[in-house]
């Protein structure tokens, strides 16, 4: 392991953070083992599941894959932040309003993929929400709820958006 | 009145129910796995209670506080356990008015219950559950005073109510990878490559000089490493694995399902009515088919939480059976049971015996090595695929001969199959990866698989559900393959509905009849045909129908366990590079509805994990290894490849609640089978149902 280095400044969920831990640290243990955010779950370590997104400039990123040190200066928004407060995020409110899981273990991250996807596609759809969520797996096979639920949560924002 | 089972070891109101904290605890031995299960049984308990769901406190799967139920699995939750618990808070309500009759000196016909507050004419008294509590004796059999509502009293029952637990799973931390308790260290196991393969050298003392490292603790072949961080200690243990030489001497067959299909081991008749013997010359129709070893491959790998203090092991744990976890772990260590307490806590979604069990005893051996802390394992992906039991891969074989008047006179169903059920205690055996591998070794036993008189394993529904004079069915366990398998969701009626639907398309087709006449035809139930003719109703009548080149219609029937719930799919298929499902209409009847939203999300989702296995899914092994390691290696279904699914609930009141989780398993892979044979005119009986599949199925 390398030399412990500088502590690593980052903001996450809008509040600006020191972090002192191995920068080469997968920033997924960061959040859950010394950030106390632990809402972002760990499927796979390498990428592939989409369990650990998180927002890294209103990008969707792979925790599990993203050393620590690559995050200095950067913003990192988790699904603790998206609902903020007191006011719960359309589309964590739409999956619950559809009961729109079982186990409820890939959720966060489908949230935080969802999440990026309506920010820079306002006028997503059902096709195009699908093919952000490729990235994202879910064993339970809560799949047409989830779609369903996101699309609700699309469809009132845009309504939101023009009252 | 016949009571539920689980009553018998836990015959008490006080075993399931107390008052308490202005709340009623009820306290169940099934755990939630993601199905639903505990908001049913708290629905249950709140309707005979006349209690809100949120006045509910469920306590589940405790070895210090909740009734044994053994293991949650088989889809029997709400068959045992939630009728279990009906009965409990039945009496409990029983109990608590006849308490208020006599406090307040009236007769009990003049008192209701609401809200936990007793009523006397209709008008509000000064009692309620909570403060007749310390003089309401619960601990009374609940056969003495169970009397649940009827069916037209009920009120709260058969409402698609919110699952309790769902905001928490989505933003919080309810999982046992989230639990960290003072003191926390993490814990990450090295198994042996193989269930055989034994160490030969590992340099501990190096090991335990990697960072972070806290221990190093090995026992025979099994190495556990603990560390004061998560990533330290899996930089360890990867340390570890690269350095780490064994004995492993792999001997297995190139192709293990031909393996399976060809082995000579002992079969068993599980099932014979009637004779297939003196029907030579009559119409005879035949189908093998196959599946692959599959994994539970759940998003979340398995984990635990354990620590020892003062001669003491305590454990959390997503194991589907908190008690017969218990148990084994008393075998491992040598220790009584009742020095053991195991509590579950969530887990990713659990379809089976995965390794949940495994995961336990791995931060129980590795917190012995650091005794009074508590130490965290959770494992890798690449050991969840590798080392977790596998689904097993099977073939089953079905024919049948016709009548002079096109009926089925009889129907042969014989089963090869890795063996199923191979839980910890299964067998008399600890059943648990690392116990195998100890210095006072805990081999894995022979296994029995699952007899029919429990629901079948490799033979769950080999029995065709169809009126036919003539049967008979068989098992051949193959115990030679040297994987590690057990209980995948549905066991073998995953593969022999796909069998028998199959087979019984291939004859409607022979004998251009429609496929949905075909089974009225042999059907007797009217549950089972109502089932039938829901799903194609639902699905607007396409059989017999034009349709578009490259498309084509399925459908799938089964009973499961030929005693429980009925269900029917029908499916659309588009097939061009591979076979992609489009839609598919399902219709169920398990009896009494609790909860209409989690029986159709439990069936949604069946239907696409079994859309997955059938198109997609299967191990990759070499010489006694999992070679699959990670989901490039093992594709599931995808957002962009789940089709529309329609889901229509039949209720039946007046039954028993049969349970649904694994229904549409086998329904739904018969029905793509059908429909893919629809589309490409040849039938593909070697799942999954891949682009080489069907080539290799056209050429033939």
Same mark, same amino acid.
């Given at each position: 392991?390398?030399?412990?280095?500088?502590?690593?400044?980052?903001?996450?969920?809008?509040?600006?953070?020191?972090?002192?831990?191995?920068?080469?640290?997968?920033?997924?243990?960061?959040?859950?083992?010394?950030?106390?955010?632990?809402?972002?779950?760990?499927?796979?370590?390498?990428?592939?599941?989409?369990?650990?997104?998180?927002?890294?400039?209103?990008?969707?990123?792979?925790?599990?894959?993203?050393?620590?040190?690559?995050?200095?200066?950067?913003?990192?928004?988790?699904?603790?932040?998206?609902?903020?407060?007191?006011?719960?995020?359309?589309?964590?409110?739409?999956?619950?309003?559809?009961?729109?899981?079982?186990?409820?273990?890939?959720?966060?991250?489908?949230?935080?993929?969802?999440?990026?996807?309506?920010?820079?596609?306002?006028?997503?759809?059902?096709?195009?929400?699908?093919?952000?969520?490729?990235?994202?797996?879910?064993?339970?096979?809560?799949?047409?709820?989830?779609?369903?639920?996101?699309?609700?949560?699309?469809?009132?924002?845009?309504?939101?958006?023009?009252? | 009145?016949?009571?539920?089972?689980?009553?018998?070891?836990?015959?008490?109101?006080?075993?399931?129910?107390?008052?308490?904290?202005?709340?009623?605890?009820?306290?169940?031995?099934?755990?939630?796995?993601?199905?639903?299960?505990?908001?049913?049984?708290?629905?249950?308990?709140?309707?005979?209670?006349?209690?809100?769901?949120?006045?509910?406190?469920?306590?589940?799967?405790?070895?210090?506080?909740?009734?044994?139920?053994?293991?949650?699995?088989?889809?029997?939750?709400?068959?045992?356990?939630?009728?279990?618990?009906?009965?409990?808070?039945?009496?409990?309500?029983?109990?608590?008015?006849?308490?208020?009759?006599?406090?307040?000196?009236?007769?009990?016909?003049?008192?209701?219950?609401?809200?936990?507050?007793?009523?006397?004419?209709?008008?509000?008294?000064?009692?309620?559950?909570?403060?007749?509590?310390?003089?309401?004796?619960?601990?009374?059999?609940?056969?003495?005073?169970?009397?649940?509502? %009827? #069916?037209?009293?009920?009120?709260? *029952? &058969?409402?698609? @109510?919110?699952?309790? +637990? =769902?905001?928490?799973?989505? /933003?919080?931390?309810?999982?046992?990878?989230?639990?960290?308790?003072?003191?926390?260290?993490?814990? %990450? #196991?090295?198994?042996?490559?193989? *269930? &055989?393969?034994? @160490?030969?050298?590992? +340099? =501990?003392?190096?090991?335990? /000089?990697?960072?972070?490292?806290?221990?190093?603790?090995?026992?025979?072949?099994?190495?556990?490493?603990?560390?004061?961080?998560?990533?330290?200690?899996?930089?360890?243990?990867?340390?570890?694995?690269?350095?780490?030489?064994?004995?492993?001497?792999?001997?297995?067959?190139?192709?293990?399902?031909?393996?399976?299909?060809?082995?000579?081991?002992?079969?068993?008749?599980?099932?014979?009515?009637?004779?297939?013997?003196?029907?030579?010359?009559?119409?005879?129709?035949?189908?093998?088919?196959?599946?692959?070893?599959?994994?539970?491959?759940?998003?979340?790998?398995?984990?635990?939480?354990?620590?020892?203090?003062?001669?003491?092991?305590?454990?959390?744990?997503?194991?589907?059976?908190?008690?017969?976890?218990?148990?084994?772990?008393?075998?491992?260590?040598?220790?009584?049971?009742?020095?053991?307490?195991?509590?579950?806590?969530?887990?990713?979604?659990?379809?089976?015996?995965?390794?949940?069990?495994?995961?336990?005893?791995?931060?129980?051996?590795?917190?012995?090595?650091?005794?009074?802390?508590?130490?965290?394992?959770?494992?890798?992906?690449?050991?969840?695929?590798?080392?977790?039991?596998?689904?097993?891969?099977?073939?089953?074989?079905?024919?049948?001969?016709?009548?002079?008047?096109?009926?089925?006179?009889?129907?042969?169903?014989?089963?090869?199959?890795?063996?199923?059920?191979?839980?910890?205690?299964?067998?008399?055996?600890?059943?648990?990866?690392?116990?195998?591998?100890?210095?006072?070794?805990?081999?894995?036993?022979?296994?029995?698989?699952?007899?029919?008189?429990?629901?079948?394993?490799?033979?769950?529904?080999?029995?065709?559900?169809?009126?036919?004079?003539?049967?008979?069915?068989?098992?051949?366990?193959?115990?030679?393959?040297?994987?590690?398998?057990?209980?995948?969701?549905?066991?073998?009626?995953?593969?022999?509905?796909?069998?028998?639907?199959?087979?019984?398309?291939?004859?409607?087709?022979?004998?251009?009849?429609?496929?949905?006449?075909?089974?009225?035809?042999?059907?007797?139930?009217?549950?089972?045909?109502?089932?039938?003719?829901?799903?194609?109703?639902?699905?607007?009548?396409?059989?017999?129908?034009?349709?578009?080149?490259?498309?084509?219609?399925?459908?799938?029937?089964?009973?499961?366990?030929?005693?429980?719930?009925?269900?029917?799919?029908?499916?659309?298929?588009?097939?061009?590079?591979?076979?992609?499902?489009?839609?598919?209409?399902?219709?169920?009847?398990?009896?009494?509805?609790?909860?209409?939203?989690?029986?159709?999300?439990?069936?949604?989702?069946?239907?696409?994990?079994?859309?997955?296995?059938?198109?997609?899914?299967?191990?990759?092994?070499?010489?006694?290894?999992?070679?699959?390691?990670?989901?490039?290696?093992?594709?599931?279904?995808?957002?962009?490849?789940?089709?529309?699914?329609?889901?229509?609930?039949?209720?039946?009141?007046?039954?028993?609640?049969?349970?649904?989780?694994?229904?549409?398993?086998?329904?739904?892979?018969?029905?793509?089978?059908?429909?893919?044979?629809?589309?490409?005119?040849?039938?593909?009986?070697?799942?999954?149902?891949?682009?080489?599949?069907?080539?290799?199925?056209?050429?033939?």
């Amino acid at each position: 392991m390398a030399e412990r280095s500088e502590p690593v400044t980052l903001t996450i969920n809008g509040r600006e953070t020191a972090v002192d831990a191995d920068g080469e640290t997968p920033f997924l243990y960061v959040l859950r083992n010394e950030c106390g955010l632990k809402a972002t779950r760990f499927g796979c370590g390498v990428g592939m599941c989409g369990a650990c997104t998180v927002l890294v400039d209103g990008e969707a990123t792979f925790s599990c894959i993203t050393p620590l040190e690559t995050l200095a200066g950067r913003e990192v928004e988790t699904v603790e932040g998206v609902s903020r407060a007191g006011e719960v995020h359309p589309v964590v409110e739409e999956l619950i309003a559809g009961q729109a899981a079982q186990c409820g273990y890939c959720l966060p991250g489908i949230v935080m993929a969802a999440v990026a996807h309506l920010r820079s596609t306002p006028s997503a759809n059902r096709a195009s929400i699908a093919a952000a969520l490729d990235g994202n797996l879910c064993r339970c096979g809560a799949h047409v709820r989830i779609l369903n639920a996101i699309e609700r949560a699309v469809q009132r924002m845009q309504g939101e958006e023009t009252v | 009145m016949t009571l539920p089972t689980p009553l018998s070891d836990a015959p008490l109101v006080s075993d399931w129910i107390a008052f308490d904290d202005a709340l009623v605890e009820v306290r169940t031995g099934r755990v939630e796995l993601g199905q639903g299960n505990l908001t049913a049984i708290a629905q249950i308990a709140a309707e005979e209670l006349d209690v809100p769901l949120a006045m509910i406190r469920i306590v589940s799967g405790d070895t210090t506080r909740t009734p044994n139920e053994g293991f949650t699995s088989g889809s029997l939750s709400v068959h045992q356990g939630g009728m279990a618990v009906r009965h409990a808070a039945s009496a409990a309500r029983h109990l608590a008015i006849a308490e208020a009759a006599k406090l307040l000196q009236c007769g009990s016909e003049r008192l209701a219950l609401t809200e936990g507050r007793i009523l006397r004419d209709g008008a509000p008294t000064s009692l309620d559950l909570w403060s007749m509590a310390a003089s309401i004796d619960l601990s009374v059999a609940v056969a003495q005073w169970s009397d649940p509502k %009827r #069916p037209d009293q009920r009120a709260l *029952v &058969g409402k698609p @109510l919110a699952r309790i +637990d =769902l905001p928490e799973r989505i /933003t919080g931390t309810p999982f046992v990878h989230d639990l960290s308790p003072d003191n926390l260290l993490h814990g %990450r #196991p090295v198994h042996p490559p193989s *269930v &055989g393969a034994r @160490l030969l050298d590992l +340099d =501990l003392d190096a090991l335990r /000089t990697r960072p972070g490292v806290v221990a190093a603790t090995r026992d025979g072949s099994f190495v556990g490493v603990v560390a004061d961080s998560e990533y330290a200690a899996i930089r360890a243990a990867l340390w570890a694995t690269n350095h780490a030489t064994w004995s492993d001497e792999p001997s297995a067959p190139a192709d293990p399902v031909a393996a399976i299909a060809g082995s000579q081991e002992s079969d068993e008749v599980v099932h014979e009515a009637g004779t297939l013997e003196g029907h030579e010359g009559q119409s005879s129709y035949e189908v093998t088919v196959s599946r692959p070893y599959l994994s539970h491959a759940s998003i979340g790998p398995s984990a635990a939480v354990a620590q020892w203090q003062d001669g003491r092991l305590s454990l959390f744990t997503q194991s589907q059976g908190v008690y017969p976890l218990r148990d084994a772990l008393a075998m491992v260590f040598g220790m009584p049971g009742e020095r053991i307490d195991v509590r579950h806590w969530p887990g990713a979604g659990c379809y089976g015996h995965n390794g949940a069990d495994d995961a336990a005893l791995d931060a129980a051996l590795m917190a012995r090595a650091v005794e009074g802390r508590p130490v965290k394992v959770v494992w890798s992906r690449a050991d969840e695929f590798r080392y977790a039991p596998l689904g097993p891969a099977m073939t089953t074989r079905a024919s049948a001969f016709l009548d002079e008047t096109g009926r089925i006179a009889g129907m042969s169903v014989a089963v090869n199959s890795a063996p199923h059920g191979n839980r910890p205690g299964r067998n008399g055996a600890p059943n648990l990866r690392a116990a195998a591998c100890l210095e006072k070794p805990f081999p894995f036993p022979r296994s029995k698989d699952v007899p029919l008189s429990s629901g079948g394993g490799a033979d769950r529904n080999a029995v065709p559900g169809y009126a036919i004079a003539n049967l008979r069915a068989s098992k051949r366990i193959v115990h030679d393959l040297p994987y590690r398998t057990s209980s995948l969701r549905s066991l073998g009626a995953f593969t022999n509905v796909y069998a028998i639907e199959t087979l019984m398309d291939a004859i409607a087709r022979d004998r251009d009849v429609d496929p949905v006449s075909f089974r009225l035809n042999h059907l007797e139930d009217p549950r089972a045909v109502a089932v039938i003719e829901g799903a194609v109703a639902e699905a607007g009548e396409p059989f017999g129908r034009e349709r578009e080149d490259g498309t084509g219609w399925g459908l799938g029937y089964a009973r499961y366990k030929n005693r429980a719930a009925y269900c029917a799919v029908v499916v659309r298929v588009e097939v061009d590079e591979a076979v992609r499902v489009t839609d598919v209409f399902a219709a169920l009847d398990a009896g009494e509805i609790i909860n209409p939203d989690g029986m159709t999300n439990q069936t949604e989702g069946g239907i696409v994990q079994s859309i997955s296995w059938t198109l997609k899914e299967a191990l990759t092994l070499e010489d006694g290894r999992v070679t699959t390691e990670n989901w490039s290696d093992y594709p599931i279904l995808t957002f962009s490849e789940v089709p529309a699914i329609q889901v229509r609930l039949i209720d039946r009141k007046d039954e028993p609640p049969l349970g649904c989780a694994e229904a549409a398993q086998g329904p739904t892979a018969a029905a793509i089978g059908n429909a893919v044979r629809d589309a490409i005119g040849v039938p593909v009986n070697h799942l999954p149902l891949t682009r080489d599949a069907l080539i290799a199925a056209i050429s033939e």
